[in-house]
């Protein structure tokens, strides 16, 4: 079994307040842009259309089959929202983007990324993988779907929420998945 080493860097504008952690990227050939989320079928830029824009394919570009980039990172900018993993490095076990088929080898340094955005106070992990990693790390439990675990880092209160699984894979409907996600953000003052 080889060892994936993760392909992007983090993604985290100086005015990051909500950082968003999924588990890792899918293989390569399952990309449609070079970016967070590229699979075509993950639903995540959807669920953005969705709180953003009340337009599930806003960040869509149906005719080639891909996100339109641009516009989700003026988004990403403008709202102070950053993009990385819980692991940087892994080992598939199968040749799927299933967080039960990854192995980590490799946990991201969660404290080297936050040392870079100091204006974070909450966190989004986007799969139970990536929860699990999370909740590790500052040791607390893991929180139910659509909730947060309340944690104090370095002298301040961070809220460790944990959202729907954008990948199609799990059993909620994208706009249902929307709703939970438009409550987080509603709740950190970014809608």
């Known amino acids: 079994m080889q060892v994936e080493h993760h392909p992007l860097k983090p993604f985290l504008p100086s005015s990051t307040r909500l950082l968003m952690l999924g588990s890792f990227p899918p293989a390569r050939h399952r990309w449609s842009m070079d970016f967070f989320y590229p699979n075509f079928i993950n639903d995540m830029w959807r669920i953005f259309g ?49 967080d039960k088929d990854l192995e980590v080898v490799q946990p991201t340094d969660i404290h080297a990324l936050l040392q870079q955005i100091p204006l974070c106070t909450s966190i989004v992990t986007t799969g139970q993988k990536a ?55 509603m709740a950190e003052g970014l809608i």
């Open 50 to 98: 969705i709180c953003f824009h009340d337009d599930k394919i806003y960040f869509v570009d149906e005719e080639n089959k891909t996100f339109r980039k641009s516009l989700i990172i003026e988004l990403l900018e403008a709202k102070g929202i950053g993009l990385y993993d819980t692991a940087t490095e892994v080992i598939r076990l199968k040749n799927t983007a299933s």
């Open 131 to 185: 929860t699990e990693l999370l909740c590790s790390f500052f040791g607390v439990e893991v929180p139910k779907i659509g909730s947060f675990a309340e944690t104090t880092y370095e002298g301040k209160v961070m809220h460790l929420y944990r959202m729907p699984s954008s990948s199609r894979a799990y059993p909620m409907k994208v706009e249902k998945k929307a709703e939970f996600y438009k409550q987080m953000f």
